[in-house]
């Protein structure tokens, strides 16, 4: 009789809770977490470090008279010489984001005091005594700015791209000789188009935003200027003297950077 009473509560007891579940509201699922958007402009800063490449050559083919040309005297045809520094600088772009791709345009400006030189003599005793002649040509590259199409893959708050574009940069150059250790010319010069020089830039990096409308990123850049003739003026006992040296430049640049993302895109 008692078994009979228990089972009968049980049997009560469920069917009224199942009753009661059926007349509760069902709970609605969670709303998914809305991934971050790259889309929209930016500004930044962005510090680092670079590395140059300058190879130089036809200074003592066009002076011939300190001591005939480079392959009767003994003088190196191509001075290579290599400079680094920290460069820092600032940077700014816009973004559109379609999935996960992510398409805009960048373009920076970087500073740094990046100078080099190389020191050669001649000549080989055909038509001077060997060291006779010893020149110093020295470079420094002030700035170099860029501005590229950008193409990259975002996974949520990361970004991995792609960068390529035009390069600009502006190069000085100083070429100093001494004859039998007296000095016999000093001349400065700087490469042509407006004292600038126009090139090429490919470059990779990835940018995590780290809270709100502010990302990082860390980036590599090469910059290519080909090769261009750089007018050097200077004087020989008083007297004007122009030769032209043929240059070569090759940029590596590695940075990190700061980015504030200011607004959505206006379009």
């Known amino acids: 009789m008692k078994f009979r009473l228990l089972a009968g509560i049980a049997i009560t007891a469920i069917i009224t809770g199942s009753a009661f579940a059926a007349d509760m509201p069902l709970r609605a699922p969670p ?9 929209g402009f930016y500004i930044g800063g962005v ?55 992510v398409v805009g345009w960048e373009a920076d400006v970087v500073w740094g005091d990046r100078g080099g030189s190389v020191t050669t003599s001649c000549c080989n005793g055909v ?52 004859l039998l250790g007296v000095p ?39 910059l290519d200027f080909g090769s261009r003739a750089a007018t050097v003026n200077g004087s020989i006992l008083g007297l004007p003297v122009s030769a032209l040296l043929e240059n070569d430049v090759r940029v590596n640049q590695f940075k990190a950077g700061l980015n504030w993302h200011i607004m959505p895109n206006l379009w």
């Not at 709303?31 to 889309?39: K, N, T």
């Not at 001077?128 to 002649?133: K, L, R």
Request: charged letters at 15%; a negative charge.
């Open 47 to 101: 510090i680092g470090g670079q590395w140059s490449r300058f190879e130089t050559s036809g200074f003592d083919d066009t002076f011939g008279s300190l001591g005939g040309p480079s392959v009767l005297n003994g003088t190196a045809a191509v001075r290579t010489f290599d400079t680094n520094s920290f460069i820092g600088g600032i940077e700014g772009g816009d973004r559109y984001q379609f999935g996960k791709l």
């Open 184 to 222: 016999f010319f000093s001349g400065t010069g700087s490469t042509s188009d407006n004292n600038s020089r126009v090139g090429w830039t490919v470059g990779t990096g990835i940018e995590w935003a780290i809270w709100n409308n502010w990302s990082i990123k860390a980036e590599y850049d090469y």
């Open 127 to 178: 038509l001077a005594p060997p060291g006779a002649f010893v020149t110093t040509i020295s470079a420094n590259q002030k700035w170099t700015a860029t501005a590229t199409s950008t193409v990259g893959i975002a996974h949520d708050r990361w970004l991995i791209y792609g960068k390529a574009g035009v390069a600009w940069t502006h190069n000085d150059f100083t070429v100093n000789t001494t």
């Open 31 to 39: 709303l998914p977490v809305a991934a971050y958007d790259w889309s």
